[in-house]
């Protein structure tokens, strides 16, 4: 009889810091049933060897900067069967994308001494901006068990079971206290997508917004309440830039206090 051959996946990385990668390789306990239903193809932040695609499932970390990365991704989605962005940076440009704001070439000579070998694009940009993404996976970092959901959920042939609502239903299941109602203490909560567990909130801290806009997500009201505790419109803009910046929904929040 012939053996049943095992699901092939490859792990690809951008422009990041590999912490999404490394959610991967922390699941531990959880990674060695994956290890058993799939074959590990090419993960370079794990292993040296490759395996030839087609993939089955690809996971991508990191967004595109470079005139490189842009046919590399073109190459990856063509031989990928399903193609998973995971993190902020694949899935609205991370913390890279700060530089879409300005001119990125009144960067360049601040940190490179020889500017000219530098080829880079104007934005960084997701994944989805330049291929078809089968399902992006939130967070910075991702959560390491709403990534082994994903990957059940695929190699079953089912629809993976995330969150879509935001940090605030988080903090209801939890017991802990609003800091933004007992506090005064701006939180991004409200509207952040879940999937941190409320850790911030949990230790009298309001929420960064790790994993981005939650689905139809009220930054208009919310401003208005942070502005009412007296939050200035240079804070709201720091709030909403940071690891999704570039995520719809809060660039358009943070473009609408600059001034």
Same mark, same amino acid.
């Given at each position: 009889?012939?053996?049943?051959?095992?699901?092939?996946?490859?792990?690809?990385?951008?422009?990041?810091? *590999?912490?999404?990668?490394?959610?991967? /390789? *922390?699941?531990?306990?959880?990674? $060695?049933?994956?290890? =058993?239903?799939?074959?590990?193809?090419?993960?370079?932040?794990?292993?040296?060897?490759?395996?030839?695609?087609? &993939?089955?499932?690809? $996971?991508?970390?990191?967004?595109?900067?470079?005139? +490189?990365?842009?046919?590399?991704?073109?190459?990856?989605?063509?031989?990928?069967?399903? $193609?998973?962005?995971?993190?902020?940076?694949?899935?609205?440009?991370?913390?890279?994308?700060?530089?879409?704001?300005?001119?990125?070439?009144?960067?360049?000579?601040?940190? &490179?001494?020889? %500017?000219?070998?530098?080829?880079?694009?104007?934005?960084?940009?997701?994944? @989805? *901006? +330049?291929?078809?993404?089968?399902?992006? /996976?939130?967070?910075?970092?991702? @959560?390491?068990?709403?990534?082994?959901?994903?990957?059940?959920?695929? $190699?079953?042939?089912?629809? %993976?079971?995330?969150?879509?609502?935001?940090?605030?239903?988080?903090?209801?299941?939890?017991?802990?206290?609003?800091?933004?109602?007992?506090?005064?203490?701006?939180?991004?909560? %409200?509207?952040?997508?879940?999937?941190?567990?409320?850790?911030?909130?949990?230790? *009298?801290?309001?929420?960064?917004?790790?994993?981005?806009?939650?689905?139809?997500?009220?930054?208009?009201?919310?401003?208005?309440?942070?502005?009412?505790? =007296?939050?200035?419109?240079?804070?709201?803009?720091?709030?909403?830039?940071?690891?999704?910046? &570039?995520?719809?929904?809060?660039?358009?929040?943070?473009?609408?206090?600059?001034?």
């Amino acid at each position: 009889m012939a053996a049943v051959r095992k699901p092939k996946i490859a792990v690809w990385k951008f422009a990041s810091c *590999d912490g999404c990668q490394l959610s991967l /390789l *922390d699941c531990e306990d959880e990674l $060695l049933s994956i290890v =058993g239903a799939v074959e590990i193809a090419s993960f370079p932040e794990a292993t040296r060897a490759v395996v030839k695609g087609p &993939y089955d499932i690809s $996971l991508v970390e990191g967004s595109i900067t470079t005139p +490189h990365d842009e046919e590399r991704i073109h190459t990856i989605r063509r031989s990928s069967k399903l $193609l998973i962005t995971i993190g902020a940076c694949a899935t609205s440009g991370g913390i890279q994308a700060l530089r879409n704001f300005k001119n990125v070439a009144d960067f360049i000579p601040m940190v &490179y001494a020889k %500017p000219e070998y530098i080829e880079t694009l104007s934005k960084s940009t997701p994944i @989805n *901006d +330049h291929v078809f993404v089968d399902f992006q /996976l939130r967070g910075c970092p991702i @959560n390491k068990l709403q990534l082994v959901e994903v990957l059940n959920a695929f $190699l079953n042939r089912r629809k %993976p079971v995330t969150p879509a609502h935001g940090v605030c239903m988080e903090c209801k299941r939890r017991g802990t206290v609003c800091v933004m109602v007992a506090n005064g203490t701006p939180c991004l909560g %409200p509207v952040t997508l879940a999937g941190c567990g409320a850790l911030c909130p949990a230790y *009298d801290r309001g929420c960064y917004g790790c994993f981005g806009p939650k689905e139809t997500p009220n930054t208009t009201s919310m401003s208005a309440g942070w502005t009412a505790l =007296g939050v200035t419109e240079p804070e709201l803009v720091r709030a909403f830039r940071s690891f999704n910046a &570039y995520a719809e929904a809060f660039r358009k929040e943070s473009e609408a206090h600059e001034r």
